[in-house]
């Protein structure tokens, strides 16, 4: 029986590989907008209310309905993307699950109070004094933190596993706080925070930088661009640092995940720095641009620091030589797009600084108009880079994915990836439908110079006695 389990268990791995980074990727789209929005939103009503700007208001509403069709999708993938744990990957849950659902429950609660605080904001617009208004807002910042924090929480215990005790494979014993707070909570922390408020700042400047290309360039436009593109680019250095320390920390941390993101062979020092190439099962290295020991100085500032290679792990404890590959792409290609936001922030500094207002340059708006689609590929490449790194293991150095997966038939695990990707697909097709018919409806509105967010809304009580400056 044991035998027969197994063997339907490795049948599952590949499909079951594929639905957790199916969605995963489809949910990581959504994270941004859900925990870094609120604060853009706050922000804008802020300027509103100390400026007593209308048109900052109005940004600020038409927002915050963004915010709120957004989080009802991301509870969505989020509840099947948690789920998945103990579908897919049951013997993981059964083993480490004292450990790892800790995260999961305080997840669940940030998850219900941004859910109360949203619906507090979204219909409080009319119905609250401005000043209570804003205050109960500030909810909403720390609420997507905590959701962070807790599921990062668990993906840092699969990197870095600590605060349990194993007997004979068992866990018999759980320092909670140990289990929540591992060594590499901190930076996986700052460098996903500071990256999704960095592609929220560049995604909602990319709408405006459309506007400005199409000969839009009234206020409205002008601050709905300035200031998410301002947060973003101001975040650009500051992850550059945190991103930098991040890879270093991995050197002991998880030194096969760094050798397979710098597709490092054999451990040594002098160790060259290879933008792009493959490496092949002998270490050798096709079609990489190699930059002599710059490998080794980012790590120690030491030509002579000794980098680790592949071979220091055993085969069977490494990525595979296609792992190897797709981990050290998708690390290149994160390091690159943030580069590329780096310049572009640069850029709009020295404008900004310079000349007292903002760029004028189509060529900065027609770069601006990619910098959210690119931050969204980073942020996709950097879960690649530390999913894919981290094979075979699903808890590193203590649980192999191989050991973890289902014993369910791969024929049922083929129907249930199936199924997501219809659901999916149709979810989509709803979301962008109705972001599409706002964008309609707003733009129709600032044509006949009226504002109505909330026409038609859903079980919203009726306006009180407090009416909104722009509304």
Known sequence: MAATLWLAGESALLPSRIQMAFTLATHVLLVPLGVA?????LLMEGIGLARKDPVALKIARRWSVVMAVQFAVGAVTGTILSFEFGLLWPRMMARFGAAMGIGFAVEGLAFFLEAIFIGIYLYGWERLQPRTHF????????AGLLGTVSVLAANSFM???????????Q?????????????SLGYEFWHFLIAIYMTTGFIVASIYAVAWLRERRDHYQ???????????????PV??????LSARALVADQPAKFAAMEITWTTRDHNPEVVGGLIDGSGVIHFGLSIPSLDSLLVGYSAGTVVPG??????????????????????DAMVGFGTAGALLAAWYFWVLVRRRHLPDSVWFYRLAALAGVGCYAAVEAGWVTTEVGRQPWIVYGLMRVADAVTGAPDSFVWTMLLTLVTVYALIAYFFIYLLVRLAARWKREDSLGTFAP??????????GKFGRVGS
């Open 37 to 41: 929005l609120p604060s853009l939103t």
């Open 135 to 142: 205050l109960l807002g500030l909810a909403l910042p720390p």
């Open 159 to 169: 990197n870095t596993p600590g605060g349990v005790k194993l007997i004979s494979g």
């Open 171 to 183: 866990v018999t014993d759980v320092d909670v706080m140990a289990a929540l707070f591992t060594r």
């Open 222 to 236: 002008r601050l709905a661009f300035a200031v998410p593109f301002t947060v973003a680019a101001a975040l650009t």
């Open 239 to 244: 992850q550059l640092v945190i991103g930098d």
């Open 310 to 331: 592949l071979t220091s792990v055993a085969a069977d404890a490494r990525p595979s030589i296609v792992e190897a590959n797709i981990t050290h792409l998708a690390f």
């Open 454 to 463: 909330e026409e038609g809304a859903p079980y919203g009580p009726r306006p």
